[in-house]
């Protein structure tokens, strides 16, 4: 498996030298043109066509990590993650004259920490990512930013959640980042009560609840039936903790997040639940005896 | 009655009109040009060797405006291609948020000329495909299915998703045989298992063709997978599913799974999604919505 600190170490050196080489490349470019002049036995364009030639066989070569890094994601969706490892470490020790091949190839190492449950790593990646000038590809930045406050999240840091989301306000998300955030968004309010905002525009919210895959629509619902509970809606509480048991297994979703116990507390579910339990621990005593 | 906005779509011409055409030409045609504005500049020079450095200079300035000129172009192309990409993610969010109207009018505009990019270009063909089947064109839609399966290279996951729609329009458009074959083709594939989409379908079949138990019997054997993967569309599993119980004489479980199907969906979208739900309507309670959601 890539460590997060060698795949940043080298992310970085890489940079240096890819920016380095368009340094040189620029420059004899420039020296090829402006030196005729200065230079009498300099011939201009054997020259600048060995400059061409230069960057048309590195941008070649710069095309197979560029190859290597579009597989990947698609490998991450499939759950294919040991191949999406693989084509990663190749990517990343692939050379590349281009910045935007080397940063897609860290986003791809972070979702892939991210899909591994490598809360720590993903955050290091995200972070690494946002520091660094995205240019073409400065979309990256929401969904990286949804990484690290879902990172932080797991890692029970709300302050670095709170900081992460808080860039994405401002931005035009697609509707894949706006469901993103809105799943990421509800679990923070709801770890810190923030019950109203949470219930806020709840019919637009529903709408896109209902594209989500079945965890995040489940803990979504969950967080706001924890909202109208608080709030004394018994009617939505109950509307949306059906809903959630009809998406997940209960033990599945408290296993990831044990606060939306709270949505059964009381409920005629939890009762049952309750004397089940009472039952089981009687049935064996019987059968002792 | 609203108008259908898919209604004048024709489909056979967006196909052929929306075809990526091979672009990339240029590239070669600003190679050869540099190639012989060197050529005849070396030429020049060694014939006129008093006026060498003039003509370097010039074919200098020459190559550098055909560079210059390349760089342009490359990156008009690359903004095009990207305003193509950005047009289909909004499709998608379109047709996603169900605003149809808008969606029908992009597809429209997308798919009248040539695209720049196949795989733009096929995923538009598969919304326009989603389309078809919203709006009931259903042997448009088998149509554009079979020529995305025939001439569209994809990766497995789309081909099986692009197979069941096909099954599904089949189904609707009561093809029968063609549906069972397609049905047939995709459990060869080694779906079975693990789709929640063809358990769909297969409950949808059984219920189209009146045999309610078997439909009943694949829901409660897949309930864990439909749920998993279809996530709030498990809607239309239970939907169908409590048709099926009502024509086996359960009423009381045919109220329990249209309440559930109508606690993930409105009760208005899956009777339009399926006719043969209408006899249900009246008969058993819908899932009674609260008030901030209603």
Request: with cysteine.
């Amino acid at each position: 498996m890539l460590a997060v600190e060698s795949a940043i170490g080298r992310f970085r050196r890489d940079l240096t030298v890819a920016a380095a080489l368009r340094l040189t490349l620029l420059g004899a470019a420039v020296v090829a043109f402006a030196g005729g002049s200065f230079i009498p036995r300099l011939n201009t364009p054997v020259l600048l066509l060995a400059v061409m030639g230069a960057w048309m066989f590195l941008s070649y070569r710069s095309v197979r990590g560029s190859r290597l890094a579009a597989m990947s994601p698609l490998l991450i969706a499939a759950g294919e993650f040991d191949q999406a490892e693989q084509r990663i470490d190749e990517a990343l020790h692939s050379f590349s004259l281009f910045r935007t091949v080397k940063l897609l190839t860290l986003h791809h190492l972070a979702m892939l920490r991210h899909a591994q449950h490598r809360w720590r790593d993903a955050a290091d990646l995200c972070r690494e990512l946002l520091a660094q000038r995205l240019g073409a590809v400065r979309n990256l930045s929401r969904s990286t930013r949804l990484m690290l406050a879902d990172a932080m999240l797991e890692l029970n840091d709300l302050p670095g959640a709170f900081n992460a989301l808080n860039g994405l306000y401002s931005e035009r998300l697609t509707l894949s980042e706006a469901m993103n955030l809105l799943a990421v968004q509800s679990d923070y309010l709801a770890r810190i009560g923030a019950w109203d905002p949470l219930l806020d525009q709840l019919k637009s919210k529903l709408q896109l609840v209902e594209l989500m895959n079945s965890p995040n629509a489940a803990r979504t619902q969950g967080f706001m039936a924890l909202a109208a509970k608080a709030k004394g809606d018994a009617a939505l509480a109950t509307f949306l903790r059906r809903r959630v048991e009809l998406l997940i297994d209960r033990q599945e979703l408290l296993s990831h997040r044990p606060l939306l116990a709270g949505i059964w507390e009381g409920s005629s579910d939890e009762k049952k639940n309750e004397s089940n339990e009472t039952n089981q621990e009687i049935d064996p005593q019987i059968d002792t005896d | 009655m609203a108008t259908n906005p898919a209604e004048s779509l024709d489909v056979h011409a967006m196909i052929a009109d929306s075809a990526p055409r091979p672009r990339g030409m240029w590239v070669w045609g600003f190679s050869l040009s540099i190639l012989a504005v060197m050529l005849l500049g070396e030429f020049a020079a060694s014939r006129q060797p008093n006026l060498a450095a003039t003509i370097h200079g010039a074919t200098g300035l020459a190559t550098i405006a055909l560079v210059v000129a390349a760089v342009v172009v490359a990156i008009t192309a690359v903004r095009r291609q990207r305003a193509e990409q950005r047009a289909v993610a909004v499709l998608e969010e379109r047709v996603q948020l169900n605003r149809w109207d808008e969606a029908i009018a992009l597809l429209r505009q997308l798919l009248s000329s040539p695209m720049r990019l196949p795989v733009a270009w096929a995923q538009a063909l598969l919304w326009l495909a989603m389309a078809l089947i919203r709006f009931e064109r259903f042997e448009d839609a088998i149509a554009l299915h079979d020529h995305l399966l025939e001439h569209v290279p994809m990766d497995p996951a789309t081909a099986h998703g692009v197979r069941l729609a096909r099954a599904m329009a089949m189904l609707r458009e009561d093809h029968l045989v063609d549906a069972d074959r397609a049905l047939s083709d995709l459990r060869r594939g080694g779906a079975t298992a693990q789709s929640a989409g063809l358990a769909l379908i297969e409950i949808y079949r059984d219920i189209r063709t009146g045999h309610p138990a078997e439909a009943i019997d694949i829901f409660e054997s897949r309930r864990d997978l439909l749920r998993t993967q279809l996530s709030h569309r498990s809607a239309d599993a239970w939907a169908l599913a409590a048709r099926g119980y009502d024509l086996i004489g359960r009423p009381a479980d045919a109220a329990a799974a249209y309440e559930n199907a109508t606690l993930l969906s409105s009760p208005a979208e899956l009777h339009r999604r399926y006719p043969e739900l209408s006899s249900l309507e009246g008969k058993y309670a819908p899932a009674t919505l609260p008030a901030g959601v209603a």
